[in-house]
């Protein structure tokens, strides 16, 4: 340990040295010159570490942390269980008797209720794409809007304010509102669950009973109509089968990849069926449908679902929300957080990164939104450009 007076007398004569070399110059350039002579019992190499190098890395990982994280994934998490993959059949000019054999099921007499629910948050072209699917198969539509985001945004009843829209399920639909609760720093899920609770029970006033079909997913996650009739008219289905849906990104124009798996169909159960949206069962049925995501028209919208979304943490930088960005992630099928793929092997990562290759089909995607392309433009290949609003 050095004493107080040793350390003192240290510092004075470091000074005193300084005074000798550099005597004769003005007060400012002695400033100067006394940081250089106190710089100079310093490792040169160390200064740079500390003054460029160690900057460098904090501001490179400020900027690309959750990258680095998202690529180190592999290591800490391990892919999720796989699912067991039920082939699907499917022909128009096959009969629903030889479809549901083919899947080693028997046709019933009659076909079950279905029963289709949703959370509604601002989607109004996916919901009315959707609807109209699924509208010949749909015993009951089950709509749930809130006045507030799931990160506590308060936002506009989009659904009520548009009602005469959807003329065309007003027999069939039960349409409830549920208040926010609107508490700040909330992990977003619990506003979700909250949510999905209450529809739930929108779900029981509709009507429903056991046996009836319940679709339990997203509204921009649409499954086809040929899976919803096969699935009504066999025996014999599982209880519980997630719906393998494809997966597009802005439009159908960026087609990711077929792994979305989140929405399932239910043989309701009374008292046991629960509406939610992660894995319930083991049994997924292949290509049953399109999941389409930050599928919007305007510009206004995508930055909307950007701050609305659950995972709010993703929009790390303002300028992620500038409209001229948006548009131009948009046409090059790059991430609008600029995210990794979300992928659990190094090959899988590897495999994805950078924009989603472009795609020219338009075969086999939702009758009515071919039927209706000059309303829809924005989502069918070559047309990524958005209106303003
Ligand atoms: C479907 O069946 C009808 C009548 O049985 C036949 O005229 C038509 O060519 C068939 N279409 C296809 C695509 O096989
Ligand atoms: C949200 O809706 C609830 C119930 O209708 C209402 O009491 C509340 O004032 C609304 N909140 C906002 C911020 O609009």
């Not at 029970?201 to 319940?214: E, P």
């Not at 399932?264 to 069962?281: D, I, N, P």
Request: proline share 5%; charged share 25%; with cysteine.
């Amino acid at each position: 340990m050095i004493p107080e007076g040793g350390y003192y007398y240290n510092y004075k004569k470091t000074d005193d040295i300084c005074d000798d070399v550099c005597g004769q110059v003005t007060r400012a350039a002695r400033a100067i010159s006394r940081l250089r002579c106190a710089l100079r019992e310093l490792d040169f190499k160390i200064l740079i570490l500390l003054f460029m190098v160690l900057p460098t890395v904090i501001y490179t990982i400020y900027l690309h942390g959750q990258k680095i994280t998202y690529f180190l994934r592999p290591l800490w998490e391990s892919p999720r269980k796989p699912f067991n993959e039920i082939p699907h059949y499917y022909h128009e000019n096959v009969s629903m008797e030889t479809l549901c054999k083919l899947h080693g099921w028997r046709i019933r007499e009659t076909p079950r209720r279905v029963f289709d629910a949703v959370l509604f948050s601002n989607e109004l072209d996916m919901l009315t794409i959707r609807w109209n699917e699924l509208n010949p198969y749909v015993s009951e539509f089950v709509l749930l809007e809130s006045n507030s985001t799931f990160t506590g945004i308060k936002k506009p009843l989009l659904f009520a304010e548009n009602r005469e829209r959807f003329k065309f399920v007003e027999s069939r639909l039960t349409y409830g509102t549920i208040g926010g609760r609107f508490v700040k720093g909330e992990n977003p899920f619990v506003e979700e669950s909250y949510q999905r609770v209450a529809l739930d029970q929108l779900i029981r006033i509709a009507g429903i009973s056991d046996d009836d079909l319940l679709i339990m997913s997203d509204v921009d996650e649409i499954p086809s109509g040929h899976t919803i009739d096969l699935l009504r008219w066999c025996d014999d289905i599982p209880e519980k089968l997630h719906l393998q849906l494809r997966n597009y990104l802005y439009s159908f124009e960026f087609f990711l990849d077929n792994k979305c798996w989140r929405a399932s169909v239910h043989r309701y159960r009374v008292g046991k069926t629960r509406y939610a949206h992660y894995r319930q069962t083991d049994d997924i049925l292949t290509d049953s449908g399109w999941h389409c995501s930050f599928c919007f028209r305007y510009i206004s919208e995508f930055v909307f679902k950007m701050n609305a979304y659950s995972h709010v943490d993703r929009v790390r930088f303002a300028y992620y929300l500038d409209p001229s960005r948006i548009q131009d992630v948009i046409c090059r099928g790059a991430d609008l957080f600029d995210m990794l793929p979300e992928e659990y092997t190094f090959t899988g990562i590897i495999a994805k990164l950078g924009p989603i290759p472009h795609s020219y089909s338009a075969v086999h995607l939702p009758g009515y939104l071919l039927q209706n392309i000059d309303k829809y433009k924005y989502l069918l290949p070559g047309n990524c450009k958005r209106e303003p609003g």
